[in-house]
Antibody, heavy 119, light 107 residues
Framework: EVQLVESGGGLVKPGGSLRLSCAAS????????MNWVRQAPGKGLEWVSS????????YYGDSVKGRFTISRDNAKNSLYLQMNSLRVEDTAVYYC????????????WGQGTLVTVSS | DIQMTQSPSSVSASGGDRVTITCRAS??????LAWYQQKPGKAPKLLIY???SLQSGVPSRFSGSGSGTDFTLTISSLQPEDFATYYC?????????FGGGTKVEIK
């Protein structure tokens, strides 16, 4: 059974940093591109970042470019998101999601971890 | 960036109704479109990928169609568990983008 479990969310002050983790199991992690998607309270879905299976490509949304860094450790079956210079508008539930078989759709999602940026 | 526009933003329907949601891309995306269902407090669930392919385990009352810029998600006979918010997403190019969502509510 595919499982994605996020951790690392919490309350942080504006300008602060946080590192999210996503532990993957039930599939060959090193064979799949992975993604972070977020959802602000009461709002829609926003793609944040993607990383290919072997780190050959990495992409970021404009709203996080230069502040967030995606990475992965295939030996540990883990995905990460280092978030620096956090802003109030980064407050959201952050989901880890696996790329699907067709293209960059997301076939499995974690339960999400809440990041709250507030003074 | 490719903008995704969903309509309607909400729809009220009764059990057994046929419900259609549309999604329009600001430029052609071939068939690189996915549909998701999200219930309150839960992660989204993939329903349809490549515009019309049904994800494993998803009931056949869900179907998708379209290509290029115009796409449709149809629920042929609405069931109680289908009341949720639905999102489209283009998978053609980065940055990946979602539609604004369509909330399917009980009439």
């Amino acid at each position: 059974e595919v499982q994605l479990v996020e951790s690392g969310g919490g309350l942080v002050k504006p300008g602060g940093s946080l590192r999210l983790s996503c532990a993957a199991s039930g599939f060959t992690f090193s064979s799949y591109s992975m993604n972070w998607v977020r959802q602000a309270p009461g709002k829609g879905l926003e793609w944040v970042s993607s990383i290919s299976s072997s780190n050959s490509y990495i992409y970021y949304g404009d709203s996080v470019k230069g502040r967030f860094t995606i990475s992965r450790d295939n030996a540990k079956n883990s995905l990460y998101l280092q978030m620096n210079s956090l802003r109030v508008e980064d407050t959201a539930v952050y989901y880890c999601a696996r790329d699907g078989r067709s293209s960059s759709e997301f076939d499995y999602w974690g339960q999400g971890t809440l990041v709250t940026v507030s003074s | 960036d490719i903008q995704m526009t969903q309509s309607p933003s909400s729809v009220s329907a009764s059990g057994g109704d046929r419900v259609t949601i549309t999604c329009r891309a600001s430029q052609g995306i071939s068939s690189w479109l996915a549909w998701y269902q999200q219930k309150p407090g839960k992660a989204p669930k993939l329903l349809i990928y490549a515009a019309s392919s049904l994800q494993s385990g998803v009931p056949s009352r869900f179907s998708g169609s379209g290509s290029g810029t115009d796409f449709t998600l149809t629920i042929s006979s609405l069931q109680p568990e289908d009341f949720a918010t639905y999102y489209c997403q283009q998978a053609n190019s980065f940055p990946l983008t979602f539609g604004g969502g369509t909330k399917v509510e009980i009439k």
